[in-house]
């Protein structure tokens, strides 16, 4: 079985920074591209930010110079530096990958989400 836990979301005041992690574990043969979404209520979950398990990064136009994306290959974890928050960043954060099982078996899994507030 395969999960993937997401961390360090939280309150922060306009301006600050969050880093937030995602943990794959389980029945794991490899993983391929990971990504983060963010997702408010009502709203359509949207890509924020994505990297191939080579390193290739690509953003959404809002967040570009301000987030960046990293992953371990080693330790099956991927990471999401935010810098300079805005209050329009206030929404949960989920972490998505493509993941083939010890089976061969290659789906797509999503994280439980980490909320993340930028408010003063």
């Known amino acids: 079985q395969v999960q993937l836990v997401e961390s360090g979301g939280g309150l922060v005041q306009p301006g600050g920074s969050l880093r937030l992690s995602c943990a794959a574990s389980?029945?794991?043969?490899?993983?391929?591209?990971m990504d983060w979404y963010r997702q408010a209520p009502g709203k359509q979950r949207e890509l924020v930010a994505g990297i191939t398990r080579g390193g290739s990064t690509n953003y959404l136009d809002s967040v570009k110079g301000r987030f960046t994306i990293s992953r371990d290959n080693a330790k099956r974890r991927m990471y999401l530096q935010m810098n300079s928050l805005k209050a329009e960043d206030t929404d949960v954060y989920y972490c998505?990958?493509?993941?083939?099982?010890?089976?061969?078996?290659?789906?797509?899994?999503w994280g439980q989400g980490t909320p993340v507030t930028v408010s003063a």
């Open positions: 998505n990958a493509d993941i083939e099982t010890a089976n061969w078996d290659r789906s797509g899994y």
């Open positions: 389980g029945s794991i043969f490899s993983i391929y591209d």
